[in-house]
C-alpha cells in the first residue's frame, strides 16, 4: 500500500455519497473466524466440510451437521470485531446511504456498529425449519448478535464453550421438523432478497470497496463487476493479487485491520 495509492482511494471515498463496501472471508480471518475451508478442528479433521454444506448432508445426519454449525457459532461468539469492522461502521456514520454487502456468515459486522449488513449467504444466526422455513431461535446459550459496538479489546458477552461433536437440532416449533442453519449451502441458490439488495445497491453506488474477498465465489464475485460496469470505481483491499485486479481504480495490499482504518483517516484527517 503506497502513499499515492492511499491517498486517491481516500479521495475517491471522500467524494462518494452511496458507496457500497463488499467484504468477504478475509476481514473476519483477522479477527481468528476460520474461512470455510480451515474450520476443521478436533473431531471434525476428519471431515470434508464442502461435504457437510449442502441439503443433502443435513438430510442425511442432521445432528452431524448441526454440530459442526454449532462449533462454528460458538468460535465466532468467542471472536471480536477487528479494526477493520470499526472502519467500516465509520465510513457508514460518515455517509448514512452506504450499504454493506457480505459474503460472510458470522455477526462481526453487526458488533463492529453496522447494524443491517445485506447477507448474500445468510447466517450463522438466523436458523430456520428444514421443511416449512419458519424462523427458528437460536439454542439459549448463543445470544442474537447485538446491535451495539464491542468496545475496542472489550470481552464478547456470554462467549459459550466450544463444542465438539454431533448435536441433535431443535426441532421446529410450527411443524416439527428439524432446524438447519440459515447459511446458504451448496447447490441451494441466494437469497432472493440479499441479491437484488446487493445488484440494486452496486447498480447505484458511486464508489464500491471490495475487502478480502478472493473474487472466486459466484454469483456473490459478480457484484463488484456489476458497479464497475456502470462505471462506479472499486477499490480493493486485499493482502494478495485476486481477478478483481483488472477492474480496480485502486488496489490496496495489505490487511483490512490495517488498510480501511488508514483509508478512513486518508479520506478524512479529522477522523483521527
Known amino acids: 500500500m503506497s502513499g499515492p495509492e492511499l491517498a486517491e ?25 476460520p474461512t470455510f475451508r480451515d474450520a476443521q478442528t478436533g473431531l471434525w479433521q476428519r471431515y470434508d466440510p464442502q461435504e457437510l454444506a449442502t441439503p443433502a448432508a443435513f438430510r442425511a445426519d442432521p ?10 457459532r460458538r468460535g ?13 461502521a465509520a465510513i457508514a456514520v460518515r455517509l448514512p446511504e452506504t450499504v454493506v454487502i457480505t459474503q460472510n456468515v458470522d ?33 439459549s446459550d448463543l445470544p442474537p448478535p447485538s446491535q451495539a459496538p464491542v468496545p475496542p479489546g472489550g470481552p464478547v458477552p456470554h462467549a459459550p464453550e466450544p ?3 454431533p ?4 426441532a421446529c416449533a410450527g411443524c416439527g421438523a428439524p432446524v438447519r442453519p440459515g447459511v446458504v449451502w451448496f447447490g ?20 464500491l470497496l471490495t475487502v478480502g474477498t478472493s473474487a ?42 490495517e488498510v480501511l482504518p488508514a483509508l478512513v483517516r486518508a479520506a478524512w484527517p479529522d477522523a483521527g
Open 107 to 139: 455477526d462481526l459486522h453487526e458488533r463492529g456498529g453496522v447494524a443491517a449488513p445485506v447477507r448474500l449467504h445468510g447466517s450463522l444466526f438466523a436458523p430456520r425449519c428444514s421443511a416449512c422455513a419458519r424462523p427458528a431461535p437460536l439454542p
Open 216 to 257: 472466486l465465489v459466484h454469483p456473490a464475485a459478480e457484484i463488484p463487476l456489476v458497479a464497475a460496469r456502470l462505471g462506479a470505481p472499486v477499490v480493493q483491499v486485499n493482502p494478495v493479487p485476486t481477478p478483481l485486479d483488472a477492474i480496480c481504480a485502486v488496489n490496496l495490499r495489505g490487511p483490512a485491520g
Open 63 to 72: 445432528a452431524l451437521v448441526w454440530g459442526w454449525y454449532e462449533a462454528r
Open 76 to 88: 465466532v461468539l468467542r471472536a471480536e470485531p477487528n479494526p477493520g469492522h470499526r472502519a467500516v
Open 167 to 170: 448435536l441433535t437440532p431443535p
Open 188 to 207: 441451494e441458490a441466494l437469497p432472493s432478497a440479499a441479491l437484488d439488495a446487493a445488484v440494486e445497491a452496486a447498480s447505484g453506488c458511486d464508489l
Open 163 to 165: 463444542h465438539d461433536g
Open 9 to 33: 482511494a481516500g479521495r475517491l471515498l471522500a467524494a462518494a455519497r452511496r458507496p457500497v463496501v463488499f467484504t468477504g472471508a478475509g476481514m473476519s480471518a483477522e479477527s481468528g473466524v
